[in-house]
């Protein structure tokens, strides 16, 4: 009987607490992401400052785009909605979210190093915006992302060689933007079990090299040719130089016989 009094106690208890409070940290991620998009076709209606204040309760969402899981921000989509503006850095303060897809947008700007603080994220997916700069090397530091979509977009800049030990990576693609220089080892040619990419994860980026792309074509001349211009050069070079010589030795010639005929004349006859 004590038994079945301590739980109705417990029960009554719980009863009582109040609702947990919203996160300061998912507030303060939705605010600074709000504020940095612009919505033209206003699709992001519910995204107030009222509703970041509290997006999330339990396993619900009250924001569009955003699964919740626990009270906390687990996923957020924001795919194909005519956005534009630039990613916020303050995404970072999302430190629950495990998916990030704003792919088929208009953003510009670059992608945020602060992104390195989603020590949780498995998904990144910003593809087909208008994204600049270089790919941050800090995107190493997320050791869970299985997804990394960065394809079309106007990236420049070398391939970080620390993307190569993300060993969950089973998805990269960062065709179509403007990236140059060697593709790194450690993603170019896996070993082990490691998933490994096609030429199609790096297509599109025309200073772009290395495995598993096809050799470069020589953009300038062959060296077959390189060197038939040079021997021609030669040759014309020498053809050149012995007409010269031959004109030279002619008209030198020509003036010692005039010469000549100049002192014969001056000479007297024995």
Not at 44 to 65: E, K, V
Not at 179 to 206: C, D, Q, T, V, W
Request: glycine letters at 8%; one cysteine or more; hydrophobic letters at 35%.
């Amino acid at each position: 009987m004590g038994g079945w009094r301590l739980l109705l106690l417990c029960l009554l208890t719980c009863a009582g607490l109040p609702p947990s409070s919203p996160d300061p940290d998912d507030e303060a991620c939705l605010t600074h992401l709000s504020e940095s998009l612009q919505d033209p076709n206003k699709n992001l209606r519910n995204w107030t400052r009222a509703t970041f204040a509290n997006p999330c309760s339990g396993f619900t969402s009250y924001i569009q785009g955003a699964t919740c899981n626990n009270g906390r921000i687990y996923k957020l989509s924001l795919t194909n909605l005519s956005l534009k503006g630039s990613i916020s850095p303050y995404l970072s303060n999302c430190t629950n979210l495990q998916s990030l897809d704003l792919s088929s947008n208009g953003l510009t700007g670059p992608i945020p190093p602060e992104l390195q603080y989603l020590v949780n994220l498995a998904l990144l997916n910003l593809s087909a915006n208008r994204l600049s700069g270089d790919i941050p090397q800090q995107l190493a530091f997320c050791a869970y992302l299985n997804v990394i979509d960065l394809h079309d977009n106007l990236l420049t800049g070398q391939i970080p060689q620390q993307l190569g030990l993300l060993v969950r990576l089973s998805v990269f693609d960062v065709s179509n933007n403007r990236l140059s220089g060697p593709i790194p080892a450690l993603l170019g040619n896996r070993s082990g079990n490691l998933p490994r990419f096609n030429a199609s994860s790096y297509e599109g980026n025309k200073d772009l090299y290395g495995y598993p792309l096809p050799p470069l074509k020589n953009k300038g001349l062959s060296i077959l040719a390189i060197v038939g211009i040079g021997l021609g050069s030669g040759f014309l070079s020498l053809v050149l130089s012995f007409t010269a010589v031959c004109v030279w030795l002619r008209v030198t010639e020509q003036k010692m016989a005039v010469e000549e005929g100049k002192i014969s004349q001056l000479m007297p006859d024995y």
